[in-house]
């Protein structure tokens, strides 16, 4: 098993920045990338950005917010962040740390982000 702990969602005003961070703890061995996903009230779960923690480190991501976030892992200290910049008030949502070995196997319990003025 793998725990996911999250931190650092909020409310942040259009435009602004937020880092999320993701720890994880457990059965490291079983999981070879990490990532994050989004839920927005009324909408199914979506994919935002995922990082291998093989040595390649490929990241992946969304086309909404490519440009804006950036993905970036410390496999030394198992964990995960998000880099939220230029947020936009559809980036309102539950936020999940996910994990796996191939397909997501372990989530986060969510953290919220607001980008509200």
């Known amino acids: 098993q793998v725990q996911l702990v999250e931190s650092g969602g909020g409310l942040v005003q259009p435009g602004g920045s937020l880092r999320l961070s993701c720890a994880a703890s457990?059965?490291?061995?079983?999981?070879?990338?990490m990532g994050w996903y989004r839920q927005a009230p009324g909408k199914e779960r979506e994919l935002v950005a995922t990082?291998?923690?093989?040595?390649?480190?490929?990241?992946n991501y969304a086309g909404s917010v490519k440009g804006r976030f950036a993905i970036s892992t410390d496999n030394a200290k198992n964990t995960v962040y998000l880099q939220m910049n230029s947020l936009k008030p559809e980036d309102t949502a539950v936020y999940y740390c996910?994990?796996?070995?191939?397909?997501?196997?372990?989530w986060g319990q969510g953290t919220q982000v607001t980008v509200s003025s």
């Open positions: 990082i291998s923690r093989t040595g390649n480190t490929n990241t």
């Open positions: 457990g059965s490291i061995f079983s999981i070879n990338f």
């Open positions: 996910a994990a796996g070995w191939g397909s997501v196997n372990y």
